[in-house]
């Protein structure tokens, strides 16, 4: 189970960090966040191997930074100069192998 927490409102420019919370171990786990708006298809926001190897969408590089703390079994991704095309709801996704599960989404709002 992934609860995600951390969403909200806030005006272009501004900074955001949400963060996920696993009920197991996530160390052996990929941790990406997904975000997906009305009318659109999921995709993804960022995502961090085990080896802590991280990737970006072209849209967010160098204005989001996602981050794991094993010890934790959390996942964070700290947004900073938002957009309001950033406006979605953003879920948490914890993923190897066959294996996937979603957290519940949280909504963040960038007011222009």
């Known amino acids: 189970q992934l609860q995600a927490s951390g969403g909200g409102l806030v005006q272009a420019g501004g900074s955001l960090r949400l963060s996920c919370a696993a009920s197991r171990s996530i160390t052996s786990f990929f941790m990406g966040w997904y975000r997906q708006s009305p009318g659109k298809q999921r995709e993804l926001v960022a995502r961090?191997?085990?080896?802590?190897?991280?990737d970006y969408a072209d849209s967010v590089k160098g204005r989001f930074t996602i981050s794991r703390d094993n010890a934790k079994d959390t996942v964070d991704l700290q947004m900073n100069r938002l957009e309001p095309q950033d406006t979605s709801v953003y879920y948490c996704?914890?993923?190897?192998?066959?294996?996937?599960?979603w957290g519940q989404g949280t909504q963040v709002t960038v007011s222009s």
């Open positions: 961090i191997a085990p080896n802590n190897a991280r």
């Open positions: 996704n914890l993923a190897r192998g066959g294996i996937h599960a």
